[in-house]
């Protein structure tokens, strides 16, 4: 298990409520999922009420590829929040996904100073606890 | 060109780190509000308006220990360190209104001997307007503050224009320049090289220690009223020739931009300069909000003091220092005066457009702009000219 340092502090989890209840409860289930618009078609992420293109209250939980790319990134070696004190160095990562949502994550197999913009990558799935799953990212297999 | 509004008074506490203020949250900015309300030639009673920083006090409060008996006004700017400025532009449409007649904005923090600075947002962040997407989609993540979230642009600036390490750098020696002419910096008499920034330790790639804000203790505040008022104070006001805010989009959240380098201040900037009727070249310095050195860059291109992706380039060669094309933050800024919200900010423009600056005084100085910069990339700028 990765989510608790050394330092016994636990790491923040999601509240499972509402819209983040089913963007994690995707992943629960071992898939992607980001909200699509029902009328214009339109991707977004992190989910939101109403489409901010067309203003249609209405959406799917369509199913993403998993892959995409890295779009930037930053290496934390200070951590500012306790739980992530025995982490460091580690990288948040912003992943451009083929949809074109972007998602802030972390990657399981590519140390930091390995990153590179656009690398290619595609989900895994960590689950933390039972009812929390951590989407994250691998490199592509080439 | 009608002048909006004027700034009639500034005060300042000092500003500390070691062995910290010795004065409460409140008692801290009571003390900048009071020396601000003496400088503009008033008495408590006289302030009827307040404006405080988000989560760090109530007018009721401020108006209960000043004795403003006639308190018909207040607002607070859930801008985070954007607010300042908006509560200037805010202060400034009031008092024309007849909203009231004179507003104090006051800030500040014990942001070294009380909760340190770092902390307020990296543990909860709730009190973000978009804290509960922060919650959910970053502190799992470890994307847990200012720092994080603000180096993943800078990396993709330093990606997409070739913006470099050394040029964040020249950000960090020219405050820390300006901090030495300053007798109220933090970091007068600690000079620092460029070796010396390339060298402190990385804390957030590519934000290095030295590319950060202080953390201090310490607060400021100013007065606002009409042109026609500040005639009767009998000192020179310094006049608010717009004022003007702006948000991202979307402003709760960093990573979704269509335009990643879109901040608040690229809607603000043209605005402001379009009700000055002047243009950026017409600036004879910039008070740029300096939570971190790539902000200033960012902010330089955003305001059009130079075109997106020039940004590195402008900052060399000794340009944004004194003496230079541009000076920015001659006053040390956040990153060597001292962090007070960009209220430190505001009072230096000011005393830069009375005449007031002593060893640092910028040249003739005519017209001056300040900024403000908080919470995701909310974005705020005034134009300030002397009397
Ligand atoms: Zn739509």
Same mark, same amino acid.
């Given at each position: 298990?990765?989510?608790?340092?050394?330092?016994?502090?636990?790491?923040?989890?999601?509240?499972?409520?509402?819209?983040?209840?089913?963007?994690?409860?995707?992943?629960?289930?071992?898939?992607?999922?980001?909200?699509?618009?029902?009328?214009?078609?339109?991707?977004?992420?992190?989910?939101?009420?109403?489409?901010?293109?067309?203003?249609?209250?209405?959406?799917?939980?369509?199913?993403?590829?998993?892959?995409?790319?890295?779009?930037?990134?930053?290496?934390?070696?200070?951590?500012?929040?306790?739980?992530?004190?025995?982490?460091?160095?580690?990288?948040?990562?912003?992943?451009?996904?083929?949809?074109?949502?972007?998602?802030?994550?972390?990657?399981?197999?590519?140390?930091?100073?390995?990153?590179?913009?656009?690398?290619?990558?595609?989900?895994?799935?960590?689950?933390?606890?039972?009812?929390?799953?951590?989407?994250?990212?691998?490199?592509?297999?080439? | 060109?009608?002048?909006? =509004?004027?700034? %009639?008074?500034? #005060?300042?506490?000092?500003? *500390?780190?070691? !062995? +910290?203020?010795?004065?409460?949250?409140? $008692?801290?900015?009571?003390?900048?509000?009071?020396?601000?309300?003496?400088?503009?030639?008033?008495?408590?009673?006289?302030?009827?308006?307040?404006?405080?920083?988000?989560?760090?006090?109530?007018?009721?409060?401020?108006?209960?220990?000043?004795?403003?008996?006639?308190?018909?006004?207040?607002?607070?700017?859930?801008?985070?360190?954007?607010?300042?400025?908006?509560?200037?532009?805010?202060? =400034?449409?009031? %008092?024309?209104? #007849?909203?009231?007649?004179? *507003?104090?904005? !006051? +800030?500040?923090?014990?942001?070294?001997? $009380?909760?340190?600075?770092?902390?307020?947002?990296?543990?909860?962040?709730?009190?973000?307007?978009?804290?509960?997407?922060?919650?959910?989609?970053?502190?799992?993540?470890?994307?847990?503050?200012?720092?994080?979230?603000?180096?993943?642009?800078?990396?993709?600036?330093?990606?997409?224009?070739?913006?470099?390490?050394?040029?964040?750098?020249?950000?960090?020696?020219?405050?820390?320049?300006? =901090?030495?002419?300053?007798?109220?910096?933090?970091?007068?008499?600690?000079?620092?090289?460029?070796?010396?920034?390339?060298?402190?330790?990385?804390?957030?790639?590519?934000?290095?220690?030295?590319?950060?804000?202080?953390?201090?203790?310490?607060?400021?505040?100013?007065?606002?009223?009409?042109?026609?008022?500040?005639?009767?104070?009998?000192?020179?006001?310094?006049?608010?020739?717009?004022?003007?805010?702006?948000?991202?989009?979307?402003?709760?959240?960093?990573?979704?931009?269509?335009?990643?380098?879109?901040?608040?201040?690229?809607?603000?900037?043209?605005?402001?300069?379009?009700?000055?009727?002047?243009?950026?070249?017409?600036?004879?310095?910039?008070?740029?909000?300096?939570?971190?050195?790539?902000?200033?860059?960012?902010?330089?291109?955003?305001?059009?003091?130079?075109?997106?992706?020039?940004?590195?380039?402008?900052?060399?060669?000794?340009?944004?220092?004194?003496?230079?094309?541009?000076?920015?933050?001659?006053?040390?800024?956040?990153?060597?005066?001292?962090?007070?919200?960009?209220?430190?900010?505001?009072?230096?423009?000011?005393?830069?457009?009375?005449?007031?600056?002593?060893?640092?005084?910028?040249?003739?100085?005519?017209?001056?702009?300040?900024?403000?910069?908080?919470?995701?990339?909310?974005?705020?700028?005034?134009?300030?000219?002397?009397?």
């Amino acid at each position: 298990m990765v989510n608790q340092g050394e330092t016994g502090i636990p790491r923040p989890l999601p509240e499972l409520e509402g819209l983040s209840g089913d963007f994690y409860g995707y992943c629960r289930d071992r898939e992607l999922r980001f909200q699509r618009c029902s009328d214009c078609g339109q991707w977004r992420h992190v989910p939101r009420e109403m489409c901010a293109e067309c203003g249609s209250w209405n959406w799917e939980g369509e199913r993403s590829s998993g892959r995409g790319r890295v779009f930037t990134w930053t290496v934390v070696a200070r951590a500012l929040h306790p739980a992530f004190q025995d982490a460091c160095p580690y990288a948040p990562v912003v992943i451009e996904m083929e949809e074109g949502v972007r998602v802030l994550s972390e990657m399981t197999d590519c140390a930091p100073e390995e990153l590179e913009i656009d690398l290619p990558v595609e989900v895994v799935f960590e689950d933390v606890n039972e009812d929390v799953t951590l989407p994250k990212f691998r490199r592509t297999a080439s | 060109m009608t002048d909006e =509004a004027c700034i %009639v008074g500034i #005060g300042e506490t000092a500003y *500390v780190r070691k !062995p +910290g203020s010795g004065l409460s949250l409140l $008692g801290l900015q009571l003390q900048a509000a009071v020396r601000a309300i003496e400088d503009a030639g008033l008495t408590g009673r006289q302030i009827d308006g307040i404006m405080p920083f988000p989560n760090l006090g109530h007018a009721e409060s401020f108006a209960a220990n000043l004795g403003c008996e006639n308190l018909r006004f207040q607002s607070i700017v859930w801008m985070g360190g954007a607010a300042p400025v908006a509560s200037l532009r805010v202060a =400034a449409a009031a %008092v024309r209104q #007849g909203l009231a007649d004179h *507003v104090l904005i !006051p +800030g500040g923090w014990n942001g070294y001997s $009380g909760a340190r600075a770092r902390q307020t947002v990296a543990e909860d962040v709730s009190s973000l307007p978009g804290g509960a997407i922060a919650r959910d989609y970053y502190l799992p993540f470890g994307f847990s503050a200012p720092p994080q979230w603000y180096s993943v642009m800078a990396r993709r600036h330093m990606h997409e224009f070739g913006t470099r390490a050394e040029q964040l750098g020249c950000i960090a020696v020219a405050m820390r320049k300006h =901090a030495q002419l300053n007798p109220n910096a933090v970091m007068k008499a600690r000079p620092m090289s460029i070796e010396d920034y390339l060298a402190s330790p990385m804390l957030a790639d590519p934000y290095r220690f030295f590319d950060c804000c202080l953390e201090t203790d310490g607060a400021a505040a100013v007065v606002v009223t009409t042109p026609e008022r500040a005639r009767d104070l009998g000192k020179e006001p310094v006049f608010i020739m717009s004022a003007a805010a702006g948000q991202p989009c979307p402003a709760d959240e960093i990573t979704n931009r269509k335009d990643i380098f879109q901040t608040g201040l690229s809607l603000a900037a043209p605005e402001a300069f379009g009700r000055a009727g002047i243009s950026p070249g017409d600036v004879d310095f910039a008070q740029i909000y300096d939570c971190f050195t790539f902000e200033v860059l960012q902010q330089l291109e955003e305001a059009g003091f130079c075109k997106r992706g020039e940004g590195g380039a402008f900052v060399e060669g000794g340009r944004i220092e004194l003496g230079g094309e541009l000076p920015v933050n001659t006053h040390g800024g956040l990153l060597s005066e001292a962090h007070v919200l960009g209220l430190n900010h505001i009072v230096e423009a000011v005393r830069q457009l009375r005449g007031d600056a002593g060893e640092r005084q910028v040249a003739e100085a005519e017209v001056g702009v300040v900024t403000g910069w908080g919470d995701f990339g909310d974005g705020s700028i005034a134009i300030l000219r002397r009397a």
